[in-house]
């Protein structure tokens, strides 16, 4: 899976940085006394770098992509962009699959 990342790197050595997404959302929700709503502290839209820099999200990434992200020769072409970025220029290797799977375990990450 390591090399999927290497494919879509020679595509998007162009590709500007996306925003970095905040760590965890908090709502103070409705004025009714309702609990605040909290968003996932990852997504697919989360810079590889980000996801990356916690042991949790590492262990995902590590589990659903193959390997150690962090240790791919072209890591730093692709760790400011996140995985809905990568995916697209995959070839189809990283498939809409493997993307949910991904998203599904960093969603269950605290």
């Known amino acids: 899976m390591m090399s999927l990342i290497a494919i879509a790197l020679f595509a998007a050595q162009a590709a500007p940085a996306p925003a970095p997404a ?11 006394g309702a609990a605040p709503a909290v968003t996932a502290k990852f997504t697919l839209d989360t810079p590889i770098e980000t996801i990356e820099a916690d042991a949790k999200g590492k262990e995902v990434l590590t589990a659903d992509l193959g390997g150690d992200v962090s240790q791919h020769p072209m890591y730093d072409s692709f760790k400011s962009m996140s995985l809905n970025q990568v995916a697209p220029m995959s070839g189809g290797k ?7 799977k991904v998203a599904t375990d960093l969603a269950a990450i605290k």
């Open 22 to 32: 905040p760590a965890t959302a908090v709502s103070a929700g409705p004025a009714t």
């Open 94 to 100: 990283i498939t809409d699959d493997v993307l949910k």
